[in-house]
């Protein structure tokens, strides 16, 4: 099982997201390895709690990712 696989199966965007404490989210946030899983919670995000500093985060790692340097 693939680690992004393994987030989605562990923490899917209802359980990981729903939290109020960021520290939790970003953990999930820093596991994630493709664009597609990112685009997926962030959609998650958007759509049911929307708040802008989480979405920051994934679009983060997002261009982490992109640019390459997403193994911080």
Do not use: F
Not at 24 to 35: E, K, L, Q, V, Y
Not at 40 to 58: N, P, S
């Amino acid at each position: 099982m693939s680690g992004d696989a393994a987030v989605l199966e562990g923490l899917p965007p209802e359980q990981l997201l729903s939290g109020d404490q960021l520290q939790p989210i970003i953990a999930g946030i820093r596991c994630m390895d493709s664009i597609e899983t990112i685009q997926t919670y962030l959609a998650y995000e958007t759509t049911h709690q929307d708040r802008t500093h989480v979405q920051d985060k994934l679009r983060l790692r997002a261009r982490e990712l992109r640019r390459g340097d997403g193994d911080e």
